[in-house]
């Protein structure tokens, strides 16, 4: 003989499975929130490292800097004004460019020009890192979808709205300043063979007499 489960059971069941649905949908709702408001709107707390470099351009062969409100990629190597101090966001892709000695931020604003603001905080001065096959990386504005930064051949910004990613004047290289030490350099390594063993015990010792 089957025993039917009482009614008040069977409501309490039903008022569990709504609460853990519900539970459900607004935790998916918070992380949507999140994602929204941390990639439209990156704060100071949301930054997960700080590098400092330059950007190499491929189409004059020398640097980015910002002098203050003008930016051009007529920098030296190791030029004061070509250190780069990049703020990576929390989803790495993500990056503000700021001058190490001008402590203004490379931005874009709504008619594409590029220009030197000394606060970074404003979406227009997010760019977001492309890596290409070619070994050079391209900035795209997160707010202006296709627009790139970019330096014609004398050194001047182009309009975000006249770049494509195809474009050489919108590749750049990272570089390390001049007279820094390239970091991946410590961690190289020399392949050991029977002929560098021998070597070394045969290398004459200068501590010796």
Same mark, same amino acid.
């Given at each position: 003989? !089957?025993?039917?489960?009482?009614?008040?059971?069977?409501?309490?069941?039903?008022?569990?499975?709504? %609460? !853990?649905?519900?539970?459900?949908?607004?935790?998916?709702?918070?992380? &949507?929130?999140?994602?929204?408001? %941390?990639?439209?709107?990156?704060?100071?707390?949301?930054?997960?490292?700080?590098?400092?470099?330059?950007?190499?351009?491929?189409?004059?062969?020398? %640097?980015?800097?910002?002098?203050?409100?003008?930016?051009?990629?007529?920098?030296?190597?190791?030029?004061?004004?070509?250190?780069?101090? +990049?703020?990576?966001?929390?989803?790495?892709?993500?990056?503000?460019?700021?001058?190490?000695?001008?402590?203004?931020?490379?931005?874009?604003?709504?008619?594409?020009?590029? +220009?030197?603001?000394?606060?970074?905080?404003?979406?227009?001065? +997010?760019?977001?890192?492309?890596?290409?096959?070619?070994?050079?990386?391209?900035?795209? !504005?997160?707010?202006?979808?296709?627009?790139?930064?970019?330096?014609?051949?004398?050194?001047?910004?182009?309009?975000?709205?006249?770049?494509?990613?195809?474009?050489?004047?919108?590749?750049?290289?990272?570089?390390?300043?001049?007279?820094?030490?390239?970091?991946?350099?410590?961690?190289?390594?020399?392949? +050991?063979?029977?002929?560098? &063993?021998?070597?070394?015990?045969?290398?004459?010792?200068?501590? &010796?007499?």
């Amino acid at each position: 003989m !089957s025993v039917l489960p009482s009614r008040a059971g069977t409501n309490k069941a039903m008022v569990s499975t709504d %609460h !853990s649905s519900h539970e459900s949908q607004q935790t998916s709702a918070d992380f &949507r929130f999140y994602i929204e408001n %941390h990639t439209r709107n990156p704060d100071d707390l949301s930054r997960k490292q700080v590098r400092i470099y330059q950007l190499y351009s491929r189409t004059t062969g020398k %640097h980015v800097q910002i002098l203050g409100k003008k930016v051009n990629a007529n920098g030296d190597d190791g030029g004061k004004y070509a250190l780069l101090v +990049v703020e990576t966001e929390t989803f790495g892709s993500h990056i503000r460019i700021k001058g190490k000695e001008s402590e203004h931020y490379i931005c874009m604003n709504e008619k594409g020009k590029i +220009v030197g603001r000394p606060d970074g905080r404003k979406q227009e001065c +997010v760019f977001v890192e492309e890596f290409l096959e070619n070994n050079y990386t391209a900035l795209v !504005s997160a707010k202006y979808k296709g627009w790139y930064l970019g330096f014609n051949r004398k050194g001047r910004p182009k309009k975000g709205s006249r770049t494509t990613q195809r474009q050489q004047e919108v590749h750049f290289m990272k570089r390390q300043p001049k007279g820094r030490p390239d970091p991946l350099e410590e961690f190289r390594f020399t392949t +050991v063979t029977k002929r560098t &063993r021998r070597a070394r015990r045969l290398k004459p010792n200068p501590k &010796r007499n």
